[in-house]
Protein backbone atom coordinates (compact mmCIF):
# COMPACT_ATOMS: atom_id res chain seq x y z
CA UNK A 1 0.00 0.00 0.00
CA UNK A 2 1.08 3.65 -0.31
CA UNK A 3 2.92 5.22 2.36
CA UNK A 4 0.33 7.22 3.87
CA UNK A 5 -1.78 4.31 4.31
CA UNK A 6 1.10 2.31 6.52
CA UNK A 7 1.76 5.31 8.70
CA UNK A 8 -1.47 5.72 9.63
CA UNK A 9 -2.11 1.87 9.97
CA UNK A 10 0.89 1.49 12.03
CA UNK A 11 0.04 4.87 14.57
CA UNK A 12 -3.56 3.91 14.80
CA UNK A 13 -2.19 0.29 16.03
CA UNK A 14 0.41 1.20 18.55
CA UNK A 15 -1.71 4.29 19.96
CA UNK A 16 -4.73 1.53 20.82
CA UNK A 17 -2.56 -0.56 22.37
CA UNK A 18 -0.21 1.41 23.94
CA UNK A 19 -0.83 3.82 27.52
CA UNK A 20 -3.09 6.48 26.75
CA UNK A 21 -0.07 8.90 28.78
CA UNK A 22 1.92 7.43 26.21
CA UNK A 23 -0.44 8.34 22.94
CA UNK A 24 1.15 10.84 21.20
CA UNK A 25 4.24 8.90 21.23
CA UNK A 26 2.31 6.17 20.36
CA UNK A 27 1.28 7.43 17.21
CA UNK A 28 4.68 9.15 16.10
CA UNK A 29 6.62 5.56 16.74
CA UNK A 30 3.94 3.20 15.00
CA UNK A 31 3.77 5.92 11.54
CA UNK A 32 7.95 5.28 12.02
CA UNK A 33 7.37 1.20 12.36
CA UNK A 34 4.28 1.32 9.71
CA UNK A 35 6.74 2.75 6.62
CA UNK A 36 10.09 1.04 7.86
CA UNK A 37 9.59 -1.51 5.77
CA UNK A 38 9.24 0.43 2.84
CA UNK A 39 12.79 1.80 3.23
CA UNK A 40 14.18 -1.22 1.89
CA UNK A 41 14.17 0.75 -1.64
CA UNK A 42 16.93 2.82 -0.37
CA UNK A 43 19.70 0.09 0.20
CA UNK A 44 18.40 -1.90 -3.08
CA UNK A 45 18.72 1.29 -4.93
CA UNK A 46 22.17 1.42 -3.31
CA UNK A 47 23.46 -1.89 -4.28
CA UNK A 48 21.83 -2.66 -7.71
CA UNK A 49 21.02 -0.74 -10.81
CA UNK A 50 19.23 -3.92 -12.09
CA UNK A 51 15.31 -3.31 -12.84
CA UNK A 52 14.34 -6.79 -12.16
CA UNK A 53 16.72 -6.94 -9.15
CA UNK A 54 15.11 -3.64 -7.65
CA UNK A 55 11.37 -4.77 -8.34
CA UNK A 56 12.10 -8.24 -7.15
CA UNK A 57 14.32 -7.75 -4.05
CA UNK A 58 11.35 -5.22 -2.61
CA UNK A 59 9.01 -6.47 -0.28
CA UNK A 60 11.59 -9.61 0.49
CA UNK A 61 13.61 -9.35 3.53
CA UNK A 62 12.05 -6.42 4.72
CA UNK A 63 8.74 -7.63 4.49
CA UNK A 64 8.74 -10.88 5.91
CA UNK A 65 7.05 -12.45 8.83
CA UNK A 66 10.05 -14.45 9.77
CA UNK A 67 12.21 -11.79 10.14
CA UNK A 68 9.66 -9.17 11.41
CA UNK A 69 9.00 -10.07 14.66
CA UNK A 70 13.23 -10.11 15.89
CA UNK A 71 13.78 -6.49 14.65
CA UNK A 72 10.75 -5.40 16.48
CA UNK A 73 12.02 -6.89 19.51
CA UNK A 74 15.30 -5.67 18.98
CA UNK A 75 13.94 -2.49 18.69
CA UNK A 76 11.91 -2.91 21.97
CA UNK A 77 14.93 -4.26 24.04
CA UNK A 78 17.03 -1.31 23.00
CA UNK A 79 14.36 1.16 24.12
CA UNK A 80 13.76 -0.53 27.12
CA UNK A 81 17.00 -0.22 28.17
CA UNK A 82 16.93 3.29 27.91
CA UNK A 83 14.67 3.69 30.32
CA UNK A 84 11.44 6.24 29.50
CA UNK A 85 7.80 5.25 28.44
CA UNK A 86 8.89 1.46 26.80
CA UNK A 87 10.29 0.30 30.49
CA UNK A 88 7.00 1.56 32.05
CA UNK A 89 5.36 -0.47 30.13
CA UNK A 90 7.02 -2.75 28.41
CA UNK A 91 4.38 -5.28 27.84
CA UNK A 92 2.31 -2.79 25.99
CA UNK A 93 4.42 -1.59 23.78
CA UNK A 94 6.22 -4.67 23.11
CA UNK A 95 2.65 -5.46 21.00
CA UNK A 96 2.41 -2.14 19.67
CA UNK A 97 5.85 -2.19 17.96
CA UNK A 98 5.04 -5.51 16.74
CA UNK A 99 1.40 -4.60 15.75
CA UNK A 100 3.09 -1.75 13.63
CA UNK A 101 5.47 -3.43 11.63
CA UNK A 102 3.97 -6.70 11.31
CA UNK A 103 0.68 -5.22 10.07
CA UNK A 104 2.78 -3.77 7.04
CA UNK A 105 3.55 -6.67 4.88
CA UNK A 106 0.38 -8.32 5.82
CA UNK A 107 -1.49 -5.11 4.29
CA UNK A 108 0.89 -5.25 1.16
CA UNK A 109 -0.31 -8.64 0.54
CA UNK A 110 -3.57 -7.27 -0.39
CA UNK A 111 -2.37 -5.90 -2.88
CA UNK A 112 -1.68 -7.29 -6.63
CA UNK A 113 2.55 -6.41 -6.71
CA UNK A 114 3.27 -9.66 -4.60
CA UNK A 115 4.92 -9.76 -0.95
CA UNK A 116 7.68 -12.11 0.08
CA UNK A 117 5.77 -12.71 3.33
CA UNK A 118 7.96 -15.82 4.34
CA UNK A 119 11.76 -15.08 2.77
CA UNK A 120 13.66 -16.37 3.07
CA UNK A 121 11.90 -19.21 2.16
CA UNK A 122 11.81 -19.09 -1.72
CA UNK A 123 7.80 -19.63 -2.41
CA UNK A 124 6.37 -17.26 -4.57
CA UNK A 125 5.28 -14.02 -3.03
CA UNK A 126 1.97 -13.40 -2.29
CA UNK A 127 -0.81 -11.40 -4.18
CA UNK A 128 -4.43 -11.26 -3.09
CA UNK A 129 -4.79 -9.04 -5.31
CA UNK A 130 -8.00 -7.51 -3.18
CA UNK A 131 -7.50 -3.66 -2.94
CA UNK A 132 -5.57 -1.28 -5.23
CA UNK A 133 -2.31 0.21 -3.92
CA UNK A 134 -4.22 3.66 -3.46
CA UNK A 135 -7.73 3.14 -1.86
CA UNK A 136 -8.94 5.89 -0.16
CA UNK A 137 -11.50 4.90 1.41
CA UNK A 138 -9.42 2.65 3.21
CA UNK A 139 -7.26 5.38 4.48
CA UNK A 140 -9.81 7.67 5.81
CA UNK A 141 -10.99 5.87 8.26
CA UNK A 142 -7.52 5.59 10.04
CA UNK A 143 -6.18 9.17 9.03
CA UNK A 144 -9.31 10.42 10.95
CA UNK A 145 -8.71 8.14 14.11
CA UNK A 146 -4.83 9.54 14.02
CA UNK A 147 -6.01 12.98 14.27
CA UNK A 148 -8.45 12.45 16.57
CA UNK A 149 -6.26 10.97 18.49
CA UNK A 150 -3.78 13.48 18.38
CA UNK A 151 -5.52 16.38 19.36
CA UNK A 152 -7.78 14.15 21.83
CA UNK A 153 -4.38 13.05 23.64
CA UNK A 154 -5.73 11.31 26.73
CA UNK A 155 -9.05 11.63 26.72
CA UNK A 156 -11.48 8.74 27.06
CA UNK A 157 -12.85 9.42 23.53
CA UNK A 158 -9.30 8.98 21.49
CA UNK A 159 -9.36 4.70 22.07
CA UNK A 160 -13.24 4.88 20.54
CA UNK A 161 -11.77 6.82 18.00
CA UNK A 162 -9.16 4.67 17.25
CA UNK A 163 -10.76 1.50 17.50
CA UNK A 164 -13.21 2.96 15.19
CA UNK A 165 -11.14 3.65 12.82
CA UNK A 166 -9.30 -0.15 12.63
CA UNK A 167 -12.64 -1.88 12.28
CA UNK A 168 -13.75 0.63 9.49
CA UNK A 169 -10.86 0.07 7.68
CA UNK A 170 -10.55 -3.51 8.34
CA UNK A 171 -14.56 -3.98 7.47
CA UNK A 172 -13.65 -2.53 4.11
CA UNK A 173 -10.30 -4.95 3.83
CA UNK A 174 -13.16 -7.90 4.73
CA UNK A 175 -15.62 -6.07 1.65
CA UNK A 176 -12.88 -6.19 -0.88
CA UNK A 177 -12.47 -10.02 -0.65
CA UNK A 178 -16.00 -10.36 -0.49
CA UNK A 179 -16.53 -8.13 -3.77
CA UNK A 180 -13.28 -10.45 -5.13
CA UNK A 181 -15.04 -13.85 -4.84
CA UNK A 182 -18.70 -11.91 -6.26
CA UNK A 183 -16.33 -10.96 -9.65
CA UNK A 184 -14.39 -14.73 -9.57
CA UNK A 185 -17.67 -16.07 -9.59
CA UNK A 186 -18.65 -14.09 -12.64
CA UNK A 187 -15.53 -14.81 -14.12
CA UNK A 188 -15.17 -18.67 -13.98
CA UNK A 189 -18.49 -19.67 -16.19
CA UNK A 190 -17.33 -17.18 -18.97
CA UNK A 191 -14.23 -18.78 -18.81
CA UNK A 192 -15.03 -22.03 -18.79
CA UNK A 193 -17.70 -21.45 -21.86
CA UNK A 194 -14.20 -20.48 -23.52
CA UNK A 195 -12.14 -23.66 -22.96
CA UNK A 196 -10.54 -21.36 -20.05
CA UNK A 197 -11.65 -23.11 -16.78
CA UNK A 198 -8.49 -23.77 -15.26
CA UNK A 199 -5.98 -21.52 -17.48
CA UNK A 200 -4.16 -19.09 -15.01
CA UNK A 201 -6.00 -16.54 -14.23
CA UNK A 202 -5.76 -13.15 -11.77
CA UNK A 203 -8.47 -10.41 -10.43
CA UNK A 204 -7.78 -7.17 -9.66
CA UNK A 205 -9.68 -3.65 -8.43
CA UNK A 206 -8.90 -0.83 -10.38
CA UNK A 207 -7.38 2.04 -9.19
CA UNK A 208 -8.84 3.58 -5.98
CA UNK A 209 -12.43 1.80 -5.99
CA UNK A 210 -13.31 -1.76 -5.11
CA UNK A 211 -16.63 -1.86 -7.18
CA UNK A 212 -14.79 -1.74 -10.81
CA UNK A 213 -12.28 -5.26 -11.21
CA UNK A 214 -10.01 -6.55 -13.74
CA UNK A 215 -9.59 -10.40 -14.75
CA UNK A 216 -6.89 -12.02 -16.75
CA UNK A 217 -6.44 -15.17 -17.74
CA UNK A 218 -3.27 -16.62 -19.57
CA UNK A 219 -4.05 -18.45 -23.26
CA UNK A 220 -1.97 -20.36 -25.37
CA UNK A 221 -1.41 -17.87 -27.48
CA UNK A 222 -1.58 -15.12 -25.11
CA UNK A 223 -4.35 -13.86 -22.82
CA UNK A 224 -7.66 -12.33 -22.55
CA UNK A 225 -8.88 -9.54 -20.44
CA UNK A 226 -12.05 -8.86 -18.75
CA UNK A 227 -13.87 -5.89 -16.61
CA UNK A 228 -16.20 -6.39 -13.68
CA UNK A 229 -18.43 -3.32 -12.33
CA UNK A 230 -20.48 -4.94 -8.90
CA UNK A 231 -22.33 -1.71 -9.64
CA UNK A 232 -23.02 -2.06 -13.00
CA UNK A 233 -22.92 -5.52 -14.63
CA UNK A 234 -25.34 -7.95 -14.95
CA UNK A 235 -24.96 -10.20 -17.98
CA UNK A 236 -22.16 -12.65 -18.79
CA UNK A 237 -18.50 -11.30 -18.39
CA UNK A 238 -17.13 -10.36 -21.62
CA UNK A 239 -13.30 -11.05 -22.30
CA UNK A 240 -10.78 -9.36 -25.30
CA UNK A 241 -8.42 -11.67 -26.46
CA UNK A 242 -4.59 -10.28 -26.88
CA UNK A 243 -1.36 -12.11 -28.81
CA UNK A 244 1.35 -12.49 -26.78
CA UNK A 245 4.70 -13.68 -28.72
CA UNK A 246 4.92 -17.16 -26.71
CA UNK A 247 7.60 -18.46 -28.91
CA UNK A 248 10.24 -15.89 -28.37
CA UNK A 249 9.21 -16.25 -24.63
CA UNK A 250 9.48 -20.16 -24.68
CA UNK A 251 13.25 -19.21 -26.14
CA UNK A 252 14.06 -17.04 -23.90
CA UNK A 253 12.58 -18.57 -20.69
CA UNK A 254 15.91 -19.71 -19.36
CA UNK A 255 17.30 -16.36 -18.55
CA UNK A 256 17.70 -15.41 -15.48
CA UNK A 257 16.28 -12.39 -15.14
CA UNK A 258 13.26 -13.95 -17.01
CA UNK A 259 12.89 -17.14 -14.71
CA UNK A 260 13.12 -14.13 -11.80
CA UNK A 261 9.97 -12.28 -13.33
CA UNK A 262 8.29 -15.58 -14.14
CA UNK A 263 8.37 -16.60 -10.17
CA UNK A 264 7.80 -12.79 -8.80
CA UNK A 265 4.63 -12.21 -11.16
CA UNK A 266 3.40 -15.71 -11.31
CA UNK A 267 3.50 -15.61 -15.17
CA UNK A 268 1.89 -13.09 -15.83
CA UNK A 269 3.22 -11.54 -18.33
CA UNK A 270 3.17 -10.71 -22.50
CA UNK A 271 6.36 -11.11 -24.84
CA UNK A 272 6.18 -8.64 -28.02
CA UNK A 273 9.23 -7.55 -30.19
CA UNK A 274 9.93 -3.74 -30.92
CA UNK A 275 12.48 -2.67 -32.75
CA UNK A 276 14.38 -5.86 -32.63
CA UNK A 277 14.08 -5.85 -29.15
CA UNK A 278 11.96 -8.65 -26.94
CA UNK A 279 9.67 -6.52 -24.30
CA UNK A 280 8.18 -8.20 -21.01
CA UNK A 281 5.50 -6.93 -19.69
CA UNK A 282 3.84 -7.58 -16.38
CA UNK A 283 0.33 -7.89 -17.23
CA UNK A 284 -0.81 -7.38 -13.34
CA UNK A 285 -0.04 -3.88 -13.08
CA UNK A 286 -1.64 -1.46 -15.79
CA UNK A 287 -4.29 -2.22 -18.03
CA UNK A 288 -4.24 -2.88 -22.05
CA UNK A 289 -1.86 -1.51 -23.90
CA UNK A 290 -0.73 0.29 -21.03
CA UNK A 291 1.52 -1.17 -18.31
CA UNK A 292 3.74 -0.32 -14.91
CA UNK A 293 6.75 -2.44 -15.46
CA UNK A 294 8.15 -3.42 -18.80
CA UNK A 295 11.62 -4.71 -19.52
CA UNK A 296 13.93 -5.68 -22.43
CA UNK A 297 15.35 -9.11 -21.78
CA UNK A 298 16.82 -10.36 -25.15
CA UNK A 299 17.80 -8.36 -28.80
CA UNK A 300 17.52 -10.41 -31.85
CA UNK A 301 14.67 -11.65 -33.98
CA UNK A 302 13.80 -14.48 -36.41
CA UNK A 303 17.44 -15.35 -36.35
CA UNK A 304 16.85 -15.93 -32.43
CA UNK A 305 17.88 -13.89 -29.41
CA UNK A 306 20.38 -12.97 -27.18
CA UNK A 307 20.17 -12.20 -24.05
CA UNK A 308 20.96 -8.51 -22.73
CA UNK A 309 21.13 -6.93 -19.33
CA UNK A 310 17.75 -5.95 -18.31
CA UNK A 311 16.12 -2.67 -19.39
CA UNK A 312 13.16 -1.31 -17.87
CA UNK A 313 11.32 0.90 -20.28
CA UNK A 314 9.09 4.22 -19.17
CA UNK A 315 6.17 4.50 -21.91
CA UNK A 316 3.65 6.79 -21.01
CA UNK A 317 0.35 6.23 -19.63
CA UNK A 318 -2.60 7.92 -20.04
CA UNK A 319 -4.47 8.47 -16.97
CA UNK A 320 -6.06 11.27 -17.90
CA UNK A 321 -8.13 9.57 -20.54
CA UNK A 322 -7.89 6.66 -18.59
CA UNK A 323 -9.58 7.63 -14.98
CA UNK A 324 -12.91 9.65 -16.14
CA UNK A 325 -13.66 6.48 -18.22
CA UNK A 326 -12.87 4.28 -15.60
CA UNK A 327 -14.95 6.19 -13.36
CA UNK A 328 -18.01 6.24 -15.81
CA UNK A 329 -17.57 2.48 -16.47
CA UNK A 330 -18.26 1.73 -12.53
CA UNK A 331 -21.86 3.03 -13.37
CA UNK A 332 -22.29 2.00 -16.45
CA UNK A 333 -22.56 -1.30 -18.65
CA UNK A 334 -21.32 -1.17 -21.94
CA UNK A 335 -23.91 -1.93 -24.61
CA UNK A 336 -23.46 -5.35 -26.41
CA UNK A 337 -21.51 -5.08 -30.27
CA UNK A 338 -23.77 -5.24 -32.30
CA UNK A 339 -25.31 -8.27 -33.82
CA UNK A 340 -24.30 -10.18 -30.32
CA UNK A 341 -26.40 -11.90 -28.00
CA UNK A 342 -25.20 -12.00 -24.16
CA UNK A 343 -24.81 -15.67 -24.50
CA UNK A 344 -22.08 -14.75 -27.44
CA UNK A 345 -20.44 -12.09 -25.48
CA UNK A 346 -19.52 -14.03 -22.90
CA UNK A 347 -17.89 -16.97 -25.07
CA UNK A 348 -16.10 -14.64 -28.02
CA UNK A 349 -13.12 -12.74 -27.68
CA UNK A 350 -12.71 -10.18 -30.54
Known sequence: MDSLTQIVLGAALSAAIAPAGHRR???????????????DVIPVNLLTDDPVSRMTWHRSLSHSLLVLPLIAWALWTWFRSRGGRVAQSPVRWFWAMQAALLTHPVLDAFTV????????LTVRPAMWSSIF?????????????????????????????LLLGLALSTLYLGGSLWAKQRVESAAQPALAAMGLG???????PMPFNILLWRVVAMTPTGYV?????????????????????????RQVAGYPSVARLAWFNHGFMKAEQRDGQLVLSDL???LEPDYNFRFVVARGGAGGWSEVPAQQLQWPWKAADRLPAMWTRIW????????????????AAP
Open 198 to 204: DAPRFSV
Open 332 to 347: HEPALPAGKSEAASAT
Open 113 to 120: YGTQLLWP
Open 133 to 161: IIDPLYTVWLLVACVWAWFARERRSAQPA
Open 225 to 249: EGERSLYADRGPMRFHAYDSDVDAY
Open 284 to 286: RMG
Open 25 to 39: AALLAGAALGTLPDL
